[in-house]
């Protein structure tokens, strides 16, 4: 009973934390945990079934998760978002009521509070504060997803490549965070690549100095080189 508690408790406290919810008094949150559950998925769990997501509402709690499609034909993958904790998803069949075909797969052990997701729309009705921090969420990712398509079209391998690595570079410690210890498959997915090509540059940026590697961790050792190739505007030639 005492640990069943302190799960709970530990759930209200993540949520009030979580910017979607961090405007809500704690017995709203409370009639919210009342409709779910917390699951608990190992590193690996796919999630392919993209009806699970139209009757289900996920709120991430902790781990690593990608949000990706795929194509069986050519067996190419393109990963949009990396989530973790605070996230959310799938916000877009929580508005439109409609199935989104996305996928999910857990990148590390990862824990998530799941609800039905008609739950989720009742409770928006009587919290509708709520909505704002809904909406700036979703214009935080069409952006993403505007530079990633401008940076795929229009920006070469390297360039790509150095963005993302300053995208998720911890500017005191010149470290990389959420991406760090992923493996070269996945991080040639986020920028829109093979891994073969993907290598390849990562090796060009060791030569040149500019990051070092050690146990799938990358730490930036030449940060005024790295922001010279993610400012070169070269023509795609990768």
Not at 139 to 149: A, F, G, N, P
Not at 156 to 163: G, I
Not at 177 to 182: F, Y
Request: proline share 2%; aromatic share 8%; glycine share 2%.
């Amino acid at each position: 009973m005492k640990q069943l508690e302190e799960h709970q408790n530990n759930l209200l406290t993540t949520l009030r934390l979580n910017p979607l919810f961090c405007k809500s008094n704690s017995l709203k949150i409370e009639a919210l945990v009342e409709h779910g559950t917390i699951e608990y998925w190992p590193a690996k769990t796919c999630l392919l079934d993209t009806d699970r997501t139209l009757f289900t509402f996920y709120i991430v709690l902790s781990g690593r998760l990608k949000m990706y499609n795929h194509d069986l034909a050519n067996k190419r993958q393109l990963t949009l978002f990396l989530m973790h904790k605070h996230d959310v998803f799938d916000p877009i069949s929580l508005l439109d009521q409609r199935c989104h075909k996305m996928y999910y797969e857990t990148l590390e052990d990862t824990a998530v509070f799941s609800l039905p997701i008609s739950k989720m729309r009742q409770w928006l009705l009587l919290n509708q504060h709520v909505y704002a921090g809904l909406v700036l969420y979703l214009s935080k990712r069409i952006r993403l997803l505007e530079t990633y398509v401008i940076d795929a079209t229009l920006e070469d391998t390297s360039t790509r490549l150095a963005k993302l690595l300053l995208k998720h570079m911890n500017v005191s410690s010149q470290k990389i965070e959420i991406i760090n210890n992923l493996s070269h498959d996945e991080l040639a997915a986020l920028i829109g690549t093979t891994r073969a090509v993907f290598n390849r540059h990562i090796q060009n940026f060791k030569a040149h100095k500019i990051i070092k590697v050690k146990w799938k961790n990358i730490e930036v050792i030449n940060l005024k080189k790295l922001k010279q190739y993610a400012t070169a505007n070269k023509k795609p030639n990768s």
